[in-house]
Structures are given as C-alpha cells and as structure tokens.
C-alpha cells in the first residue's frame, strides 16, 4: 500500500455514524485525523444497509443531541435532504429524523473535509500491534495490499469493538445470563408504496396497532409515518403459511422521498455478528425472510400491492455484539435512575428497547417524559490500552442500558465526545484516561454539543 508514512494524531477505524462524528470532532479540535472505512463512503449502516430513521434527538421537547450530529441535519434539512425531526407517529418514543442517503454521504464528506479531515476508503482492519499498553500501528487490508498505519491515539468506531478486542481489551457480549445477542435485522427499503391507502386502513382498523394506544390521530401529527401494528393481518398471514419467523408486529417508517419506506420486521435470531461463518448465515437467512416480507406486504397490507423492494443493503443490521470492559460500566439501574455523572460527555431520551434474543416480542420501558439519561467519559475508556477511545454501540454498557443507547444519534453524540477526548490526548501526550474531563466538556461546549443545566454551570 502506497501510504505517506504519515503518523497521525488520530486514526478512526470505521466510519458509521459514530466513527465520523469522532473523526469530526478530532479535526475540529485541532487534530491530524484519518478515518479507515470498508466502504466508500461514511456513514455506516444508516448509509449503507437502510438503517432509518434517525430516532430520537429528543428528550420531551428538549433536543439533547445536538453538536455535529444535529448539525448535520440541520446542513441536510438545508439542502432539502431531510424533512428534520418529526413527531413519531408510532407513539414510541419523541421524534424520528428522516434522510436522504445520498446526501447524507455527501455531507459528512464535507463536514470532514471542511475541518481538515482524511479518509481511506475501502480499507478493513486486518490486524493489530499493540505493546506495552499501546497500540503501536495497526495493519489494513485494501485493494494494494496490506499497510502499516500509525497514530498518537486511535478510535475504535468498528461497532463491533474489533480494534479493542484485537488489541487485548476484555470484552462481554450480550445478555449477562447467556450471552445471548439482540437479533439482527435485514432492512428493506422499498418504493412506490401508497401512504394514504396505509392512513386510511390506520384510522378505519384501531385495534390492528397497539401502539397507538386507540389514539389513531397520532398519525396526523407529522408528515411522515412511522407506524408498528397489523397484529391481526399478521396473524392470519401466520395462519395460512405466509409469515414464518417469530415476529409481534410489522413495523415500518416512511422515508425521505414520497412512496418510499423503510421496513424493519425481519428478525434474525441465534447467529453470532462476531463469527464470519455464523454472519455469513445469517445473511442468507436476513435476505430469504426480507424476500418473505415482500411477499407478505404486497399480498396482505394495503398500499403495498404495487410496492418495490429495491435494496436490503450489503451488510446486515447489528443491535449488538461485543461491550468493551471501560472504566466504568453504564448499568440499566443508571438508565432507570437518570444517574448523573461529572465526566458525561452524551445523552439519550430513547426508551429501554430490547428485541428478544429469544424469539418474538420486544421489551421496552419508557422513560419519564422529557427525562434523559447521561453517558460518562469513562464507558469509551479502558484501563489496558492507553491510546484508544471506543465510541459507538460496543461501548462499556450492560445488556439493559445498550438498548438505551444503541441508537444513531445518541451514538453520534458520543462519537464527537471520544474524537475530541482523543485530540485532546493526542495533544497533551498523555493516556486518554487521564484527560480533564472538564477540558472535555468545554470542547463539546465549543462543538455546540448539549450538556444539561447542571453540568454548563459546572463549567462556568
């Protein structure tokens, strides 16, 4: 691989949402940044695979994920490529931001370029080299080869938390019982869908969407619909062969463009994201249930006679695999509380939401409206390896309290906050466990980022 021989203050190994907030962040802050993505482009699994809509920047009416990931959609919603962020009409939970993919891809290009940011494209983390309590380099596999590159302090942003786990952090994976993992789920996105044929069978069938909780207006509140439910249909499509995986509901969220869906009602149970032979299964298994649902759609629900499946993606969706073991490890006791912390860098107003590894049915609690829950520094952290921040879903949490904050703009909100925790060490030569954290916090401050009340006047 031709490389520079360029050592940089900060590499970020994935580029999803989280990955390229961090890198943002970093360059913002002053740092020589690069982001290795396997794809060609940022943003992940909401760019790449349907992942959508954005849910939710809110707490109540308060957005309390702002900074770079709300600016980015209020840099979107500019160009026309998002309507912003609108009620969810599904009833749970504050609001949901739709997309245009491709102008997605095209703006946090810019926003990373604008702040003097790098990217190597179809790049994979092959391995690492780790001494001493750092990482020394780290090894990636593109289309010239194998090559070396060097950094001050890296960011693992892979989702999977594979720059962490091959460097020697101790890891957990799922459920604390079992280990067992939130299924995954094939995304569908899909076109030319009748949205008033959907309304009008919303309105004229209550009792076919729990969610709703009877109050079918819900649905006029926004112009976008977001909807979970068709319990009964779904029941007679089970009845007569139609329907086949275990599965409470169908659950679908209109995209950015008219007629335009994206379905998220596949349910990929037992197989293991961190295991090549057992994802490569249930990718297979992802595309012949999403063939399913098609099916199902177009021969039960109304305003789908006429609807086309156009893409599923390259890669399926993960809610969970691996957890880093930080400094500190956010429980669900901490969700349930809204614990606070004096190193919170992030938020979320999501509900606790995990779809069971188990089969059908998803738990959820529902925070107190228009409460929030805090994320600390030192979940990003660990006491092993010196130079490396964790930002995105792998970070240190429990199985509860991932399912809290798993979601894209919460994980944007923490990926700035580890881009900048790693600049800052990057900066000062020191390990990114040792950073202020209220150096850290003025930075997010700087960035535009959301810190509570009480939390700012600690910073005056």
Not at 10 to 16: L, M, Q
Not at 188 to 199: E, F, G, L, T, W
Request: aromatic share 8%; with cysteine; hydrophobic share 40%.
């Amino acid at each position: 691989m031709n490389n520079k021989e360029a050592i940089y203050d900060v590499i970020v190994v994935g580029g999803g949402i989280s990955g390229a907030m961090a890198a943002i962040g970093a360059a913002r802050a002053g740092a020589k940044t690069l982001v290795v993505e396997q794809y060609g482009f940022l943003g992940g699994m909401l760019t790449a695979a349907g992942v959508g809509p954005m849910m939710t920047f809110h707490a109540g009416e308060q957005q309390v994920v702002q900074g770079t990931t709300g600016e980015l959609i209020d840099r979107l919603k500019a160009k026309d490529k998002s309507p912003g962020h609108l009620f969810d009409t599904t009833g749970f939970t504050y609001t949901v931001t739709p997309f245009d993919v491709e102008g997605m891809k095209m703006e946090l290009e810019l926003m990373l370029t604008e702040a003097g940011g790098e990217l190597l494209y179809h790049a994979m983390l092959a391995s690492v080299e780790a001494e001493a309590g750092r990482i020394k380099s780290i090894t990636v596999c593109t289309k010239a080869g194998l090559g070396k590159l060097h950094a001050k302090v890296f960011v693992d942003a892979t989702g999977d938390a594979d720059l962490a786990f091959h460097a020697g952090v101790e890891c957990t994976k799922g459920r604390e019982s079992d280990g067992a993992c939130q299924p995954m789920t094939m995304k569908m996105r899909m076109m030319n869908v009748d949205i008033r044929q959907v309304r009008d069978y919303i309105k004229n069938n209550p009792d076919e969407f729990p969610r709703l909780e009877g109050d079918v207006n819900k649905i006029d509140k926004a112009p976008r619909i977001s909807i979970g439910g068709f319990v009964k249909t779904l029941a007679k499509g089970r009845a007569a062969g139609d329907f086949t995986f275990p599965r409470e509901d169908i659950l679908f969220f209109e995209a950015n463009a008219p007629g335009e869906v994206i379905v998220n009602t596949t349910r990929i149970l037992g197989y293991d994201a961190n295991d090549p032979w057992s994802f490569s299964l249930a990718e297979m298994e992802g595309r012949r249930q999403a063939l399913e649902v098609d099916r199902f759609l177009k021969k039960y629900i109304p305003g789908f006679k006429d609807s086309v499946l156009v893409y599923t993606g390259p890669q399926i969706g993960v809610r969970s695999s691996r957890q880093i073991k930080g400094q500190y490890t956010l429980t669900g006791q901490d969700i349930h509380s809204r614990k606070s912390f004096p190193d919170t860098i992030a938020h979320t107003g999501y509900p606790v939401d995990i779809h069971s590894p188990d089969g059908e049915g998803t738990a959820h609690v529902k925070p107190k409206w228009g409460t929030f829950c805090n994320i600390p520094y030192r979940c990003l952290v660990n006491g092993q390896i010196a130079n490396m921040v964790t930002v995105g879903r792998c970070i240190s949490v429990d199985f509860e309290a991932q399912g809290a904050v798993r979601t894209t703009p919460t994980m944007g909100a923490v990926g700035q906050a580890g881009g900048i925790g790693a600049a800052l060490a990057a900066e000062g030569g020191t390990s990114v466990g040792e950073i202020d954290p209220q150096r850290l916090q003025q930075e997010l401050k700087k960035q535009g980022a959301f810190l509570s009340l009480a939390e700012l006047n600690s910073l005056e």
